[in-house]
């Protein structure tokens, strides 16, 4: 194999190579200890991309024990080469503590790196320590600057989030019309909290009989979704269907009981 010869002879991008092509078990076995012994060979000659792949092997014990301390070691040389992968994984170790100690404030240092580059899950975390007022002033519009990038590349929960700054008027004047087109795009990713919150914007809008295909659609997803079948009990009681709301009660009785008498409370409001 050409690149095993080039990786031997100390080509540190063949290194990285082969190092992937053991991970992945391309045309060989896979083999996680021999990516690792790869990609510490090109990692330890400043290769930015082993760097981050070893990183990776280290976070998640593959190969070698978990090491979260070691994991940001590597994180950060090859951030600070720019790598926005290795960026985004530092601002999540610096975010949840994990082989460092808690900081925020670094955490939205290196979020900040990787969406420079347009890294589209930084986006989202940024965004979400504007809206939570971690490591920054809380800033919900800058929040929703943050969740519309991503949402703009498919990110489904900064799709869902944007959504509800719309259907709150956090950071933006409240329009129901764009929340139900921003919780739409992540329904389709089949998220059923997407699907719930879809539902209650459509109520608002008035559009009962959406709503309770929304509220339905997040049970399919999530069948014990106790606020999915609240809201769908009071979608169908607006739309005039009472029994079926009562379903919707007898149904909850088993998973919150709580729940369940709010609901019936409103059913013979």
Not at 69 to 95: I, N, P, R
Not at 125 to 143: C, F, I, R, S, T
Not at 249 to 267: G, M, P, R, S, V
């Amino acid at each position: 194999m050409e690149i095993k010869q080039q990786a031997e002879a100390g080509d540190a991008e063949a290194q990285n190579k082969l190092g992937v092509t053991y991970y992945n078990g391309q045309d060989v076995p896979q083999d996680y200890k021999e990516a690792v012994k790869w990609f510490t060979k090109a990692a330890e000659q400043g290769l930015a991309d082993a760097q981050f792949n070893l990183g990776v092997m280290y976070d998640n014990g593959q190969g070698v024990p978990q090491d979260y301390a070691e994991a940001v070691k590597w994180y950060t040389k090859a951030a600070e080469q720019g790598d926005s992968g290795a960026q985004f994984d530092l601002g999540a170790m610096y975010y949840s503590g994990q082989g460092v100690p808690q900081d925020y404030a670094e955490a939205v240092k290196w979020y900040t790196k990787a969406v420079e580059q347009g890294f589209a899950g930084a986006q989202l975390n940024l965004g979400v320590m504007y809206y939570n007022g971690q490591g920054v002033p809380q800033d919900y519009a800058e929040a929703v600057k943050w969740y519309t990038k991503a949402a703009e590349q498919g990110v489904a929960d900064a799709q869902n989030k944007l959504g509800a700054m719309y259907h709150n008027g956090q950071g933006v004047p409240q329009d129901y019309t764009e929340a139900v087109k921003w919780y739409t795009k992540a329904a389709e990713w089949g998220l059923a909290d997407a699907q719930n919150n879809l539902g209650v914007a459509c109520s608002k809008l008035d559009r009962y009989q959406d709503a309770v295909e929304a509220h339905k659609q997040a049970i399919k997803i999530k069948p014990d979704y106790v606020e999915a079948h609240y809201n769908l009990g009071a979608a169908y009681l607006t739309a005039g269907d009472k029994n079926s709301a009562l379903e919707e009660y007898e149904t909850l009785k088993t998973l919150d009981a709580e729940q369940a008498n709010k609901l019936f409370n409103l059913i013979n409001k």
